[in-house]
């Protein structure tokens, strides 16, 4: 007997869970952690690739039909095609996808592919290498363009995620747009958000959606939006009007889309969020080693859904930011 779908109190129904797989990243974007003194989890404490599985088992019971796999920087986790084998071959699983910053593509791509992935975002901010640098702390520009290239021949589905932080990367917009119409991918533009663990961000850092459409409008052709877009997906999506591309924004801060929220994120250490701002999370992990039943941990599920608070607050003097950084939580 199927279970009720997953609800919270405002009527908000959830079939997307993102999982993290590691806090560990083989960068150090300025905007997320550290160059030096990030604090990892001991790798005791992670998740292991068994718990994952049950867990999602458990989840699709209750309606989740779509996973992504995160980090951290989830190709650093070792095996990591074995995991995404199980995922794949979990019935009522409708779409599976990954978060990546590309730069172990060349060498996994491959592997993945034949597990069962099939979808892929490659956060990528700019196509100059100094600046890359700049952003990463690391020289590995070279090696992140050649995994897309080896992703793209083996037929992946890619998006690229940029970051859009004000003063920063005005300069790359265009230049990134144009490379993606070239190979048949899609930028989603992602405004600057609060989850950075050495409190850079502030809203005046922002570069929002509207200046960058603006930008694209102007440097790369007329946009529209996108016809019947999905009321629940974080992105606004437009399309070149002379057919041949379409970009999206992910504007947290602008344009927030709580109000169609239909995710909830399992961390590498096992704790439940309704919201990657969310300021609580319950314990999975717990549950999964000492013993516990599908049917307590589908109640953990149903707790935490149903617990879930009408948005995150962004534009308001009551916003919070979470105490974890993004690397902790998951992206």
Known sequence: MPFAPLIDGFGRVHDNLRISVTDRCNIRCFYCMPENGAEFIERSGILRFEEIERFARVAVTLGI???????GEPLVRRDLPGLIERL?????????ALTTNGILLPELAGPLWDAGLRRINVHLDTLDRARFHEITRRDDLPRVLAGLETAR????S????AVAVKDLVERDVVPLALYARENGYEVRYIEFMPLDAQNLWDRSRVLLADDILRMLAEGVGPLAPTP????????????????????GFIASVSRPFCGNCNRIRLTADGKLRYCLFALEEEDVKTLLRSGASDDEIAALVRRTVAGKWE?????????????????????
């Open 65 to 71: 039909t779509k996973l992504r796999v995160t980090g």
């Open 88 to 96: 794949a071959a979990i019935p009522g699983i409708a779409d599976l």
């Open 153 to 156: 021949r083996l037929g992946y």
């Open 158 to 161: 890619i998006k690229l995620n």
């Open 228 to 247: 019947d877009p999905d009321p629940r997906a974080p992105a606004t999506e437009y399309v070149y009007t002379d057919g041949s591309g379409k970009v």
């Open 311 to 331: 948005g995150h607050e962004i534009n308001t003097a009551r916003f919070v930011p979470p105490p974890r950084p993004m690397y902790s939580i998951g992206g």
